[in-house]
């Protein structure tokens, strides 16, 4: 069955360096991959997407990669800073019938937080 | 921007009532998703429909059934709740139409239930 795995349950960084998330999948090879943020108590928020035939998508200051030989995506955020601590989440579409339907498989996420 | 909501942020239920979770959209999007998120397991996908009355199973459908006489509502409900169900409840909804672009996720802030 497919899988999803994020690098860590938890990553900590200064301020200002960068920071960089794993999601790596296995028994299949997704069309495309989501990125999601969460605060505490709150719904997740839509960041980015990234397409199977696209290497890099940027967004101000994150970056997220998608590696399909590696089965892997990289998600980035340059000069980071204290308000982007939160949870991040990666998400590919699910197998089967219905995966073009907008049906995503969440990772556990990754608790990131950045110290002054 | 689209805004997806849901009628109780906190909800305190015995064990054995029925439980009814609501959720709006009103961004006349196709698909609508119901989620429950616990510490450790990530969101986990109850149900979801893609149209009016239809519906779909997700991961984990038992204890829970779901409702959508509306485009725009997608009700949740717990036949008779258990200790179990308590948790974060998470809708979602999508656009559904229009390729791979339009089936990010946005969330509505969440309900969380107790059953005592």
């Known amino acids: 069955s497919q899988k999803i795995e994020q690098n860590s349950e938890a990553l900590n960084i200064q301020e200002g360096k960068t920071a960089t998330l794993t999601c790596n999948y296995t028994n299949y090879s997704p069309a495309y991959l989501q990125w999601y943020r969460q605060d505490p108590g709150r719904g997740p928020v839509f960041l980015l997407l990234i397409r199977e035939n696209e290497k890099e998508k940027r967004k101000e200051r994150l970056k997220v990669t998608f590696d399909t030989t590696l089965k892997q995506s990289l998600f980035h955020i340059t000069a980071s800073q204290p308000a982007d601590s939160a949870t991040y989440l990666c998400a590919p579409p699910r197998l089967g019938r219905g995966s073009t339907l907008g049906r995503l498989y969440f990772g556990r996420g990754t608790q990131l937080t950045v110290w002054p | 921007d689209v805004k997806v909501t849901q009628s109780s942020r906190y909800l305190v239920k015995r064990t054995g009532e029925k439980v009814f979770l609501e959720c709006v959209q009103d961004?006349?999007?196709?698909?609508m998703f119901w989620y429950r998120q616990d510490p450790g397991l990530g969101l986990r996908l109850i149900y979801f429909?893609?149209?009016?009355?239809?519906?779909e199973k997700g991961d984990i459908p038992e204890g829970y059934s779901v409702s959508r006489e509306k485009k725009e509502r997608f009700s949740l409900i717990l036949e008779s709740a258990s200790t179990n169900q308590t948790s974060m409840y998470l809708c979602?909804?999508?656009?559904?139409?229009?390729?791979?672009?339009?089936?990010?996720?946005?969330f509505g802030s969440g309900t969380q239930l107790s059953v005592l």
């Open positions: 979602a909804s999508s656009l559904g139409r229009g390729g791979v672009d339009f089936e990010k996720l946005f």
């Open positions: 961004m006349d999007h196709e698909n």
């Open positions: 429909s893609y149209d009016v009355k239809m519906k």
